[in-house]
């Protein structure tokens, strides 16, 4: 859904064969309707980014039915439990790391040698401003889990990079999607969050998968390492 959606439909009018993966089988299923509407391919994975037998059959599946794998999207976040950190639970602080970190290294761990098998490759995470060039209150292991992501992106992209593999983590600031409208809540939220933003408004999911395709693209191929902000400014906004 939301980012995840919107760069899984942008990838494949630009002529990508696309897996896509989520836990909704039948969301799923209406996603890659849509891309085989427009002319293009793709081909479903239902299943938790928690399990590592998950990281590898999503790379299985895109060998078997494109023949390799040449860029990969983890995506899969979650804001999990938020409030003041002494009253967090260890399980809460556990979900975040588990889906926002643990998820993105098990991703890795397995398209990794499949673009060694390639020869070249780009590796995209999405990671936050928030912990990197700004934060809120009631979010630590939110913060902390995206924040390691970054660490992450410039270990693989050092690692990698004498072998033709580029990594790279977006930054977005608030976007229109399911789960930002889940902890904004209110009109007056979203008119207080846009008002963070030095562009005043948040984005839309198809402008930050443009960012994505550019991380994937030969457009970028003298990037590797960043963490790219595509955050409306809402980093240096002080207004």
């Not at 849509?34 to 790379?59: K, N, W, Y």
């Not at 790391?97 to 390639?118: C, H, S, V, W």
Request: hydrophobic share 45%; glycine share 12%; net charge neutral.
């Amino acid at each position: 859904s939301g980012i995840g959606r919107a760069t899984s439909r942008l990838f494949a009018r630009e002529g990508a064969k696309v897996v896509v993966a989520g836990r909704r089988r039948p969301a799923l299923d209406t996603l890659v309707a849509e891309i085989e509407a427009m002319g293009g391919q793709a081909i479903a994975v239902a299943g938790d980014v928690r399990e590592e037998q998950f990281a590898s059959t999503l790379v299985q599946t895109a060998v078997k039915w494109f023949g390799g794998l040449d860029v990969a999207f983890n995506n899969a976040g979650t804001f999990g439990e938020m409030g003041a950190t002494p009253q967090i639970t260890l399980a809460g602080w556990q979900e975040a790391i588990d889906t926002n970190l643990t998820a993105a290294f098990l991703g890795a761990k397995y398209q990794i040698p499949a673009m060694l098998e390639r020869g070249s490759g780009s590796l995209i995470f999405t990671s936050t401003f928030v912990g990197y060039t700004a934060c809120l209150p009631g979010v630590a292991p939110y913060a902390a889990s995206k924040a390691g992501l970054i660490g992450l992106t410039q270990a693989l992209a050092v690692e990698l990079g004498p072998k033709g593999i580029r990594v790279n983590a977006i930054l977005p600031g608030g976007t229109d999607t399911p789960m930002a409208q889940a902890m904004i809540g209110t009109p007056e939220g979203r008119t207080f969050v846009e008002g963070l933003h030095a562009l005043k408004r948040i984005a839309t999911p198809d402008e930050i998968a443009k960012s994505v395709l550019y991380l994937a693209s030969d457009a970028s191929s003298f990037t590797t390492g960043s963490a790219l902000l595509v955050d409306g400014g809402v980093s240096i906004s002080k207004t």
